[in-house]
C-alpha cells in the first residue's frame, strides 16, 4: 500500500465487493466504543467528536442519539460513508463526511472525542504511526477523551488483505504517546459474520 489512492482504491473494493453487513469487521451495535464513552466523566457533547475511519460504522448514529451537535465521520474512502448517508437519511446532514487519509489530514477544530476502531492497527510503519501522534497532539482538546480499539496479540495478523499491528494495552498506550493518560481499557471478541472471533484490544485515554 504506497500510496493514498491504492489506499482509498484498496477500501473501495472491499465495500464494493461486501457491503457493509458482511464485511469482517460489521457490527450492528459499536458496543465496546458506547461503553467506554458512556462511562466517561464529563464529556461535553458540543464538543467537536470525529470517528476516524467511521467507514459504515453506526457510531455516528450513537453520537448524534446522544445529543452531539458537531460529528466528523472521516474515511480515506467515500464508499463506506455512503452506507451511513444512506442510513442515516436526512440526519446526514448533521454529520461532516470528511473524506481524507488520516495521515493526510489537516484538522480544522479541536475534539473533544476521538474514536478509531480498527484502523490505527493498519499503521505498521513507525513514520506513520508518529504522524498519527502528531495529529493527536493537534487535533485534541485539553481534556479530550480517545477511544482506540485495535486487534489484540491474538488477533488477526491480517485485515482485508493487508498487515496489521497488534497491540496489549499498555503497548497500544505507549504507542499513542505520553500526552495520554488511560482511563479504561477492555478486550472485545468481534465475531465477524462468518463468525470468526477476532479479540480487540480498546482503550479510553484523557489528554
Ligand atoms: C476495518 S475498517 C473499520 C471501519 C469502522 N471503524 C468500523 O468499526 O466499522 C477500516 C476503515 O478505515 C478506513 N481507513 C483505512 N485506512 C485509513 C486511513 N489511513 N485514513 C482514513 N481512513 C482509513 C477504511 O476505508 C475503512 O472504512
Not at 88 to 108: I, K
Not at 118 to 133: G, S
Not at 151 to 163: I, M, R
Given at each position: 500500500?504506497t ?36 462511562s ?5 457533547p458540543?464538543?467537536?467528536?470525529v ?20 460529528v466528523?465521520?472521516?474515511?480515506v ?18 454529520v ?29 510503519d513507525?513514520a ?24 489484540a496479540?491474538?488477533g ?20 499513542l ?6 482511563v ?15 479479540p ?8
Amino acid at each position: 500500500m504506497t500510496t493514498d489512492v491504492d489506499r482509498a482504491q484498496h477500501w473501495a473494493e472491499t465495500y464494493t465487493r461486501r457491503g457493509d453487513t458482511q464485511v469482517s469487521w460489521y457490527s450492528a451495535e459499536p458496543s465496546p466504543a458506547l461503553a467506554l464513552i458512556d462511562s466517561a466523566a464529563g464529556l461535553d457533547p458540543e464538543l467537536p467528536a470525529v470517528d476516524v475511519g467511521a467507514g459504515a460504522s453506526r457510531l455516528v448514529d450513537a453520537l448524534l442519539a446522544r445529543g452531539f451537535t458537531d460529528v466528523t465521520a472521516l474515511d480515506v474512502s467515500d464508499d463506506g460513508l455512503a452506507h451511513s448517508r444512506a442510513r442515516l437519511g436526512p440526519a446526514a446532514r448533521r454529520v461532516r463526511w470528511t473524506v481524507v487519509d488520516v495521515l493526510d489530514w489537516v484538522p480544522d477544530r479541536r475534539f473533544g472525542l476521538w474514536h478509531d476502531r480498527a484502523v490505527f492497527h493498519f499503521l505498521t510503519d513507525a513514520a506513520d504511526r508518529a504522524r498519527y501522534r502528531d495529529l493527536l497532539e493537534i487535533a485534541l482538546a485539553p481534556g479530550a477523551l480517545v477511544v482506540v480499539g485495535t486487534f489484540a496479540h491474538d488477533g488477526p495478523e491480517q485485515c482485508s488483505g493487508l498487515p496489521t499491528a497488534r497491540y496489549g494495552p499498555e503497548e497500544l498506550a505507549a504507542a499513542l504517546g505520553p500526552g495520554l493518560r488511560v482511563v479504561a481499557e477492555r478486550r472485545e471478541e468481534h465475531v465477524t459474520p462468518t463468525g470468526a472471533v477476532q479479540p480487540f484490544t480498546w482503550l479510553a485515554l484523557r489528554r
